[in-house]
């Protein structure tokens, strides 16, 4: 698919999504839904979710309006471009800044430009708990998080233990095994021979 000269280069995913999303339309008369276009590519809805805010932010397809199921239209390389949108970070869920919970994915939007790095993949996650609070990080916070699989000494991180429980640390390698240190004095950090990193936090952002 031809997207235009000027518009920004797209992943090879991002063309097939494209041309899945113009062949879905001109056959069924309607775009296709979110979980659609996941079921066609064998992968889930937030992947997907994730191509369409960059598809957006790129100015090649728009929204009807948000939260309109089947609202996603192409926009044509021969039609004026509207400005690009902000960037949308999903929130996939909740995070145990406290004892470990559930991992668990549930989008939200969130517009925040100006917190992405150039080239990063950022998602979000809303804070449980009161384990971060020394270092600002409190009960009801989203966390901007740069997915990542790998930590230094000292960042804070999304740790996913063994039995598939996240939480929210400072990441710290010892020995042969990991502590994640909470910043919280009445806490006790937790001690493991392994753990998965599935990101380290760039920013916070509190609602008053």
Known sequence: MNVGPSAPPLTRRQHEILDFLRDYTAEQGISPTLEE?????????????????????????????????RGLRIVESDAPQAPASQPVVPILGRIAAGSPIE?????????????????????????????????????????????????TDGE??????????????RYYREGEGVRLQPA?????????????????????VRQF
């Open 37 to 69: 276009i996941a079921a066609a590519f064998g992968v889930n809805k937030v992947t997907i979710f994730g191509h369409i805010g960059e598809l957006e932010r790129k100015g090649v397809i728009e929204r009807a309006a948000r939260g309109v199921s």
């Open 103 to 151: 991992a668990v994915e549930s989008p939200e939007e969130l517009d925040l430009a100006q917190w992405v790095p150039e080239g990063g993949e950022v998602y979000a996650l809303r804070v449980r708990g009161d384990s971060m609070i020394e270092d600002a990080i409190c009960d009801g916070d989203i966390v901007l998080v740069e997915r990542r699989s790998t930590a």
């Open 156 to 169: 804070t991180v999304v740790a996913v233990l063994d039995d598939e429980e996240a939480t929210l640390k």
């Open 184 to 204: 919280n004095q009445a806490m006790e950090p937790i001690l493991v021979d392994e753990v998965e990193v599935r990101g380290v936090v760039i920013g916070v």
